[in-house]
């Protein structure tokens, strides 16, 4: 029997909406500004933006728990 590796690529919403406006905005279909044909770039990038910054701050909260509880634990006997 042979194995048959699949993996599943492609593009996702954000990228196929990307060259639709590139594509409109070139044939001059659009008269939109670079800024909002490059919207779904942007928004990419400030939705991956968000997510780190969320994380590293839950990071930082768990972290300072653990660290008041220790501490609390170690100056009660």
């Known amino acids: ?3 048959k590796s699949t993996t599943a690529g492609g593009l996702g919403f954000a990228s196929v909406l ?3 406006f590139i594509v409109l905005k070139l044939c001059n ?3 939109w500004s670079w800024w909002w044909v490059l919207s779904p770039t942007w928004i990419q990038i400030l939705i991956f933006i968000l997510i ?3 994380l590293l701050i839950v ?11 220790t501490n609390k634990k170690h100056t009660r006997h």
């Open 1 to 3: 029997m042979s194995e």
């Open 18 to 20: 990307q060259i639709v």
């Open 52 to 54: 780190v910054l969320i």
């Open 29 to 31: 279909v659009i008269h």
């Open 59 to 69: 990071s930082g909260i768990k972290e300072a728990t653990r660290k008041s509880y």
